[in-house]
């Protein structure tokens, strides 16, 4: 959640600067913005499940939770195909991310992208920011709140 709403509020800055959210608009932000940059590279390697980041424990619940509940009996067999396509998506999703994380921080300048960030936007990256460290490196508080929930409202079989 915290790293999907800053990326987007990264995104959003960039196309209102340069009017585009194509990966040419991201080459060289690292030198423009580089608050920007960094915050966007957290938030892509947190989406890809990358620790210490909040994205990894999302991720490992999961697909901890789908190997659980698969290993219950042969009704949720099919559960384990789920959970190797989240897997696959993640490896596509990473090299993806990676591409403009390599754009930012390598790629030339082709459109003007020298984004001053705005104080509303910046403060929603920075939530970001705060949601994806905290969450990652201290995950116990939220942890203890989630993992309750399939007990409560019964939806993994006992």
Avoid: C
């Avoid at 984004?115 to 508080?141: I, N, Q, T």
């Amino acid at each position: 959640m915290f790293a999907n709403m800053g990326a987007f509020a990264v995104v959003a800055a960039i196309e209102g600067k340069t009017g585009s959210v194509d990966l040419r608009a991201f080459r060289g932000l690292s030198r423009s913005a580089p608050f920007y940059a960094v915050s966007m590279t957290i938030f892509m390697l947190s989406l890809a499940g990358i620790p210490p980041l909040a994205g990894f424990f999302a991720k490992y619940y999961v697909f901890a939770a789908g190997i659980k509940m698969a290993a219950v009996g042969s009704l949720y067999h099919w559960v384990y195909w789920l959970v190797g396509i989240g897997l696959v998506t993640s490896v596509f999703a990473l090299y993806y991310y990676a591409k403009v994380i390599k754009a930012m921080y390598f790629g030339a300048v082709e459109v003007p992208n020298d984004v001053k960030p705005a104080r509303s936007v910046a403060m929603v990256v920075l939530v970001g920011l705060v949601g994806v460290l905290l969450f990652g490196l201290y995950p116990h508080p939220i942890l203890d709140i989630v993992t309750r929930i399939p007990q409560v409202f019964a939806f993994l079989p006992q």
